[in-house]
């Protein structure tokens, strides 16, 4: 699983986390059913904002889901997923992302990958996930070729860039093809006059994914000598995280732009789970623990007008100016460094709740094993065997909050779990759900 939205389900209410699986389920079926069971490898976290938006803009009406049969990953239950073709063109943009990012790893030469005959295998294998992306983007009419010729040119202007070259001049293929994707939606949903603001938004989401990329992988390129945009570049993280959230202000306004049907879980993934992308890629903030609270000099998600995206900025067609910006961040918080709470969960952090030990899991690594309510009961033999080997394969035993034992189907804590200090609870706090965004300054 890759992407850079990781939403945490503390934070997304039961509603919003059983709507964002079953777009991830969606996802990963519509790969199944339309590529084979190998192509399931490229399900990925962003590839499924694609079937939200869609979904999102849609007029409500029934054949948008359907129920899947027993999965391991869902603890052989069945489920409600996201079907139709917001899901289908959500599989189209992450078989080609998909095929881009093993092409890069092939050129930096990363593992195995190091060795011709891998690379060879690897190649072949990009070539066919480029062509069944463009047979599934034909099916919903979305041309891949302006994604495919993004990835193209990325090789030719990385070769080009040097100390002094624009960070977005190295940026622009990915918002390119970012910008078409999103637009898109807006066609199938039938609601064309998005078009252009969702166009802005996917442009400054590719933007953010590029920037969060080299961000992470700076140092890990420094020690393998393998090319970062940041370094060729010469720009510092100070400038990176200027135009990161220059582009999160610039999402925020495009999003007001956006005509939608039910725009809550598009609102919370691309105005609230994507700031705290940012806030984790740059080290500012995690997943809502209590010691990422008032903390001097440390620049939080919520923070009015004057917060981490500063005043509207001129310039740009929402606001989002390409080289300008704001460039100081408050310290301290909104209130002086002080956690108003008293360092504890506002609702009370009460063991087993949304906001204490023992409460639910987080997305950061893969999809839950709980996405709906847990039912006890003891599994068959043939059943539990099913499950055992979706935990053990997918790391759920280790890294996971918590996952049903696979016979006995009780809660366990995973081996390495270590969010037991998690005080998540709604929009960073300010209201007691996700599900309600009238506390924050998006205007949605």
């Known amino acids: 699983m890759f992407g850079i939205v990781r939403p945490c389900s503390h934070r997304l209410g039961e509603g919003l986390k059983t709507q964002w699986m ?9 790969l199944r059913r339309d590529h084979g069971q190998f192509a399931r490898v490229v399900t990925n976290y962003d590839g499924l904002i694609i079937s939200v938006l869609t979904e ?13 049969g027993p999965c391991p990953l869902r603890g052989m239950r069945t489920a409600s997923v996201a079907r139709g073709e917001g899901a289908r063109l959500a599989a189209a943009v992450s078989l080609v992302l998909a095929s881009a990012k093993v092409r890069d790893h092939v050129v930096d030469g990363d593992g195995l990958l190091a060795r011709r005959p891998v690379a060879a295998a690897a190649r072949r ?11 599934t983007g034909a099916d919903v009419g979305f041309d891949t070729a302006v994604l495919v010729d993004a990835v193209e040119r990325q090789a030719g202007i990385e070769a080009l860039a040097g100390p002094g070259t624009s960070l977005l001049t190295v940026t622009e293929p990915t918002e390119t093809a970012t910008a078409a994707a999103f637009a898109h939606t807006a066609v199938l949903a039938g609601r064309p006059g998005n078009a252009e603001p969702l166009a802005e938004a996917g442009r400054l989401f590719g ?9 992470e992988d700076k140092e890990a390129d420094a020690a393998s000598g393998a090319w970062n945009p940041l370094t060729a570049t010469g720009t510092s993280l100070a400038e990176a995280r200027r135009l990161a ?10 999003l007001r732009e956006v005509e939608f049907t039910d725009g809550k879980l598009a609102h919370v993934l691309l105005a609230h789970e994507l700031t705290r992308s940012v806030d984790r890629a740059f080290g500012t903030d995690g997943c809502g623990h209590a010691h990422a609270h008032g903390q001097p000099g440390q620049v939080t998600a919520h923070q009015g007008g004057s917060g981490a995206f500063g005043p ?11 080289q300008g910006g704001p460039t100081g961040y408050p310290s301290g918080g909104p209130y002086g460094g002080q ?8 609702y009370g952090g009460a063991p087993g709740g949304p906001g204490g030990p023992g409460g639910p899991g987080w997305f950061g690594d893969g999809p839950s094993f709980d996405p709906q309510p847990p039912k006890p009961g003891k599994r068959g033999f043939l059943a539990g065997c099913a499950v055992a080997i979706g935990l053990c394969c997918t790391c759920k035993v280790c890294c996971a909050d918590h996952y049903e034992g696979p016979w006995s189907g009780k809660k366990r804590e995973g081996c390495c779990n270590d969010c037991g200090d998690c005080d998540c609870s709604g929009c ?3 209201c007691d759900c996700c599900e309600c965004c009238e506390c924050c300054d998006c205007g949605l």
């Open 22 to 30: 079953a777009h991830l389920c969606g996802l990963c079926l519509a």
């Open 56 to 68: 999102a803009q849609a007029a409500r009406a029934t054949g948008w889901r359907r129920t899947a």
């Open 125 to 135: 294998v990009a070539r066919g996930w480029d062509r069944a992306g463009a047979r």
């Open 207 to 215: 933007r953010l994914a590029h920037l969060l990329d080299a961000v």
């Open 245 to 254: 959230d220059d582009a999160l202000h610039g999402i925020r306004l495009a």
């Open 312 to 322: 509207p900025q001129q310039g740009g067609a929402y606001g989002a100016p390409q």
């Open 339 to 346: 956690n108003p709470y008293g360092g504890g969960n506002p």
């Open 428 to 430: 960073d706090g300010c």
